[in-house]
Structures are given as structure tokens and as C-alpha cells.
């Protein structure tokens, strides 16, 4: 059985990889260097994951957090629209029986996720960002259940009520109230997991599965550029200004795109399950990353929720005992 019902990290559930046969060719399990090879991607991710929150506080404390998720999201589109360039294959962005679901997938996955992450890690820390964030199986087993129809088991439960434990715990700081920052960063998941039940139909109709993240990354960026510069445009100053627009370009290729390249290639070589639950450390990483780098101190709120949710991502992605 499945213990994860849809991806547990804002990742497409499905690797990248050059043709449909490869996209649903299962990870070989009788090949310990390319499982060696797919530890070790996904520890990458751990790292890359991990401060991804931490990053973009920083990245949005300098520069409007709808303009820094446009262009960093258009910047991190490029390698895979050139790797569809190479190809021959830009066509397929716009193929009349799969565009709308692209155009979806976009708007969910990319424009309202970045929208409420970015603008919600603007308005609280790194440290309820990097934990908020972790939130996402909730949203990921009420779909499973609403919309997929899938058997929920009584620990899928019990972990998913240990995350929101965590979350309270984050949140509380002398009363019971969200932020609205945090309430953005809660939201955020829940625009993934939309995102995954679209692409979870469509890879099997799709010559390739590289056009969702081009498609996701392209038009989601365009869309959040237009939205910024629309609210503000004098914003374009900031786009010919090499000092604040180099930190966007470096955020989406070292970040965005580089995340997806690594996530893609480690689930190519091992299955869901194992990857998703190499990914638990990438919680620790956020937490450290947000004291050390932004000089943020945790609260006792914060440390019980980390580990709460870490226990929860645990129990999640836990195989279950063979007899």
C-alpha cells in the first residue's frame, strides 16, 4: 500500500525524464549504485529543500515577494524550455488536448503557491515558514479521500493530527492566533496538492513529462511578473538593477530549477516512498538554516513542533512492517 497518497514536498509526483516510457518505468530495485545514486540526490534535496524557506526570506526582504517569485520562476523555466528546444518538442506546450490541464496546473502549483509562500514568508520567520510548510499530508490525505477515493489507514491519521499538533505548536506564542503570514505559508500546500491531482491524470497522456515544469515555471512566472509590475510599476527599476535582479536570477537556477533537477533524477533511480522519507531531515535543515543564517532564535513552540512533525513525517513514509 501507498502510504503517501500524493507528494508530500510541492513536487510533481512523478520523475522528469525524456519520454512517457521512462516517466512510468518503476526505480529498479536490483541495482545498489543507482539506489546508492538516488540516496544521495535526495540528500541533496534534503539540503536544497531545507532552505528554501530560509532563502527566500531572505530574498524578500530586499524586493517586493510577488516580483522575486516571477522572476525567479521564469529564470528557473529556462533549463527545462531549453531542454524541450533541444528536442524539438516546444510544440507540445501548447497541444489543444493537454494545454488545459497545463494551464491549471500553473495557476495552481505555481501562481497561487508562490503567491501565498513568497508574500507569507515575507510577512513571518523562516523558522514558522520552514515548519508551516510541513503541513502538506493533511491536504494530501483529505484528497486522497474526497477526490481519489483511497482506503486512509488509522496511522496516516494519527501522523497527519501529529503535523497539525506541530503546526499549533509553531503558531502558539502566548494565544491561539494565526498571522496572516502564517496563515499564506499554511495555504501554500494545499495549491500543490490541487496542482498534483491534475498532473497525477495527465503524465500518462504526455510525451514527456519536462512540459509540466516548463509550462508550471514559464507561464506561472509571466503571470506573477505581470502581477507586480501591474500593482507597481515602477517596479521595472528593479529589473535594471544588476545588484537586486542577480540574487532572483541565482535563487530560481540554484534553487527552483535545481530542486526539481535533483528530486526528478533521485525518483528516477529509487520509488515515492523511500525518496519521500530520505526528506524528513529537510525539516531540521530549515530550522538550523533559519538560526544560523538569519540569526532567528527558536522558540520552545518551535523546537516541540519539529519534533512532532518530524515523528508525524516519520510515521507518514514508514513502511509497513512485512511478516
Known amino acids: 500500500m501507498n502510504l503517501i497518497p500524493a507528494a508530500l514536498s510541492g513536487r510533481q509526483p512523478t520523475p522528469d525524464a525524456s519520454s512517457q516510457a521512462d516517466a512510468s518505468a518503476p526505480p529498479s530495485s536490483h541495482d545498489p549504485q543507482r539506489e546508492r545514486t538516488g540516496v544521495l540526490l535526495v540528500l541533496l534535496e534534503d539540503l536544497v529543500w531545507g532552505l528554501f524557506p530560509v532563502l527566500t526570506k531572505g530574498i524578500v526582504s530586499g524586493v517586493d515577494p510577488i516580483l522575486a517569485a516571477g522572476v525567479s520562476s521564469l529564470v528557473a523555466s529556462l533549463p527545462f524550455l531549453v531542454a524541450l528546444a533541444v528536442r524539438g518538442r516546444l510544440p507540445l506546450l501548447w497541444k489543444r488536448s493537454t ?127 505581470s502581477i507586480a509590475l501591474l500593482r507597481d510599476p515602477a517596479q521595472t527599476t528593479t529589473l535594471m538593477d544588476a545588484s537586486r535582479l542577480a540574487p532572483l536570477v541565482a535563487f530560481g537556477l540554484l534553487f527552483i530549477a535545481l530542486e526539481k533537477l535533483l528530486w526528478y533524477e533521485a525518483l528516477r533511480r529509487i520509488d515515492l516512498a523511500r525518496a519521500t522519507a530520505l526528506l524528513v531531515p529537510s525539516v531540521a535543515v530549515g530550522v538550523l538554516g533559519s538560526f544560523l543564517l538569519l540569526g532567528e532564535q527558536p522558540r520552545a513552540g518551535h523546537l516541540i513542533g519539529l519534533l512532532l512533525m518530524v515523528v508525524g513525517l516519520h510515521q507518514l513514509t514508514r513502511r509497513p512492517a512485512t511478516l
Open 99 to 225: 494545454l488545459p490541464a497545463l494551464l491549471l496546473i500553473a495557476l495552481f502549483s505555481q501562481v497561487l503557491a508562490s503567491l501565498c509562500f513568497f508574500v507569507g514568508t515575507a510577512r513571518t520567520s523562516a523558522l514558522n515558514a520552514s515548519l508551516l510548510s510541513q503541513i502538506e499530508p493533511l491536504y494530501a490525505l483529505v484528497l486522497a479521500a474526497l477526490v481519489l477515493k483511497e482506503a486512509i489507514g488509522r496511522r496516516q491519521v494519527a501522523a497527519t493530527l501529529l503535523l497539525v499538533a506541530g503546526a499549533v505548536s509553531v503558531v502558539y506564542d502566548g494565544q491561539l492566533a494565526l498571522q496572516s503570514g502564517d496563515l499564506l505559508v499554511l495555504l501554500t500546500p494545499l495549491w500543490y496538492q490541487l496542482g498534483h491531482l491534475i498532473a497525477k491524470r495527465l503524465f500518462a497522456r504526455l510525451e514527456t513529462p519536462l512540459v509540466i515544469p516548463a509550462m508550471r515555471l514559464g507561464l506561472g512566472g509571466l503571470i506573477l511578473l
